[in-house]
């Protein structure tokens, strides 16, 4: 629980940081790279915190 957690903040603040230097830098290619990454940051952020709360709930089983 504590990997989502700090998980989900990174993932905040590394989009408060792209989004805001893609609107200082402000031009399309860059935009569309910014877009990019988020949208691959936050799809490997899901896949991971659903993989992590699986393998959580596994191990509670075996206990």
Known sequence: MDNLISGSIAVIIFIAFTAGLAETID???FY???????????VDFLQSAKAGLKEEETSRERD
């Open 32 to 42: 569309i790279i910014v877009g990019s990454v988020i949208v691959m940051a936050l």
């Open 27 to 29: 031009t399309v290619p």
